[in-house]
């Protein structure tokens, strides 16, 4: 029996997070609690993806990892708690609340602080640095502030053009100011890329408005009249004016509390540790940004993460040793694609460089080989990075072929195809091998990408690896002789996405042509509602029209909702969420006339429950009469637009979202699709509609409105992703129009737009290029495809009740056709009904049998 | 019998049809019934689901599906697995066969309490256009 040990994590980073989370992931018997001590008010966020809070706006969305692992019994997050002091002694740390945490096993997870080169007027209002949420929320409203007073765009300037300066820059960009980056070095990222390549990054950057200074030294921020940033004055003459100035010049390690502590410093701070995180004091370790192991301290997120990992194995009795930091970085700065990787700068002897450029597309590739030009050694990628994820997991692996060929822009020569070794590292965010990729597909039986990621963790992270996971995962696939089948079941050997298009090509009309030319058998429950949807979705004729009733799913079948007891509950469109007094009574009058239990669904509308197959024309005839229509609650198709008050009554609406949202639901009602699709839109950022949980989102800027796109409710919660910005009226219709085609096009069987997009070749900017620049030339067609759904839209219910032959299919039975099922039973329960379970039948709890209704006609 | 159309002629139950005649029961018109659309009937208290296939054949099952405890049956998808007539329950998708009510596909689930997994299957005649079960099929 041996009892909980304490760890106290110190820190509440990246690392502090992998820590935990890895601790608890592996420490099945509960042998650890952990106590982590973070310094700013908040969880743990995706520091790497910092400037993305200008995009994403919200900080929630930097979270890492499942918000549960802070519920886990055995881990305990103190927000806003700096440490202030460590008894080595006694074993216990001070927080600045003065709290003490004792500890078994201490980690110092401290991380690094923003440096600042002592400068004159470095600590004027106006001048901030780049590190925290804090930090560039603080930014975001000095910006937005002084571009409102001073009427014109806030200039900017960063101090620094390194990773984090170009970041900074992109920020400034985003917040509407313009920006210069001032470099002491004589290239922009001068750790990461060689002359040619800080170049081609310098042009590139340019071109897109930035202001780039290499070789110049700031010597003082010189403060306006109101006491402000004014003017920057550069070393040797020179100055610029400023209204805002960003540090961005390198970080150093939080070691203050170690260095206090008496634990062994390296040459240029950081706490020393072995290669197994392990300090000089046994009951401490350190990792991060703060560790100084093997003789540096590394400020990317690979090594942190690594250095996590084998803490954890240590505490759980493993022997894993840091392996070496892999430096590889790559980047999108700005739009542009730098990456850099390995022995980048040529430093082994009688290495060779290959190099390829081309000014005027802006790209700029250098690959470093040995000096027979067989292994690669290296390289860098700039303007396009494309050959990154393949190439990096190369290094110390002979290229195979002509290496020139990977230098070419993708496409133009056949890549050499090599086999990645089985240690080569293909995600080194999760540091996942080539090895336990394959092992994932051969011994854990995983067939698709999704299923290794969920096992191995990798490109969960930065995703940067994916395109190799997948062509990993392919191969092995192959090679053991699993076919990665799409195909929709046994009688048809397609994906749907080919079938649609077999089907539009063909012009058949009919299942029985259909499965005739591409399918065998007589079909399924499972191609016969895909090949139903597919019809509904190129011709929108009614989905019981001819032969089409029985393709039909169960509640496309009546065009109803089927419950558990086989009764169905209904749900007319209440386009938007807005609803007329008179509807708001009719539904309620009939609800009381059938008996049916009522309920405001999510989607803003309402939906009665427990009406009987034959009761249900009865009902739409009342509800259609009335000038309501069928809802698709029951359909693959568009359910609902959901939209927040908006403008015309909201204090701070500043677009007509109910005017957007009832436009959108009447122009794709009834369209029918792979999954359900549901929109919302938002009056302004307050973002009250939850749009991005929505297949689309349309949340109004000042401007106009911005399009999300992919986000999801239920099983898999997804935000939507941003599409476009500032668009007006026209052009969210135009582009939610071509959106959605495409996915009812080519998405999967049951797929939703998050999956659809994430697999989508080349991902959402390859979306994003077909539905805005029309890449693929196939916009006039998708715009014609829905331009024919919207002209020819007739409620199905009303159609239904002018067809007695069609009417006829709601019979309860076909000899007793208005006989009730007379095995329903229904118990009361907070003033309505619902069906009676097992034992309330047995046990002859009050039961309401169907047939004793009153139905008033 | 004349002009009627026997169907899966090669099931014992149907089998039985022939010679237990007094237990049939009229339900409807062959015409009443649309190819592959299911529909439900009404029999001395027992609720049947009869189906009309492509090929003209018909089928009977029980209306109630052993994975809900609902009568809905009559309101799934036909079809086939590996050639042999199928239906599939409209709640949970199961699936199972139209000629001996074997159920093919459990879906990982159970039956409700007290109930088998496969469907009763009742004996169909098409006989001079009308379409009679013979409950001698449900124990």
Redesign the interface.
Known sequence: MTETQRIVVVGGGMVAHRFTEALRARDADGRFAVTVLAEEPRAPYDRVALTTYFTGRHPEDLELGDRALWDDPLVCLERDARVDTVDRDAKVVTDRHGREHPYDHLVLATGSYAWTPPTEGAHLPGVFVYRTIDDVAALRTYVEHRAQELGRPVRGAVIGGGLLGLEAAGALQELGATSTVVQFSDRLMNLQVDEGGGHALQRLIERLGVTVRCSTKTQAIKPDRAGRAGRLVFEGGGEQRVDVVIFATGVRPRDELARAAGLAMGERGGVVVDDTCLTEDLAISAIGEVACIQGACIGLIAPGNAMAEIAVDRLLGGDSTFPGADTAAKLKLLGVDVASFGDAFATTPGALELVYADPVAGVYKKLVLTDDARTLLGGILVGDASAYASLRPMVGSELGGDPGGWLLPEGAVERPNVELPDDASVCSCNNVSAGAIRCAVTDEGCTDVAGVKACTKAGTSCGSCLPLVKKIVGAELEKSGIEISNAVC??VDMSRAQLFSAVQVSGLRTF?EIIERFGT?????L???VIGSILATLYNEHVLAA?R???Q??ND??MAN?Q???TYSVVPRVPGGEILPEHLILLGEIAKDYGLYTKITGGQRIDLFGAR?EQLPSIWKRLVDAGMESGHAYGKSLRTVKSCVGSAWCRYGVQDSVGLAIALELRYRGLRSPHKIKLGVSGCARECAEARGKDVGVIATDNGWNIYVGGNGGFTPRHAQLLVEDVDDDAVFRIIDRYLMLYVRTADRLQRTAPWQEEYEGGLDAIRDVVVNDSLGICDDLDAHMARHIDSYEDEWAAVLKDPERLR?F??????PE?P???LAYVEERGQRRPAT?SERGGGAVLIAPATLEVRS | MTGASVNHPTTASAGRTRGSATTRVPICDVDRLTPDLGVAALVDGHQVAIFRLADGSVHAVQNVCPFSGAAVMSRGITGDRGGVPTIASPLYKQVFSLVDGTCLATMDKAPRPGRAADLVVYPVTVDNGQVYIDLAGDE
């Open positions: 046994e009688h029985s058998g007589r079909g399924c429950d191609c016969k509602p032969d009733a029985a393709l799913d169960t079948r009546v089927m558990k007891d086989g197959l299919q019979s309860s039975f076909v000899n007793a006989e099922d007379p095995s097992d």
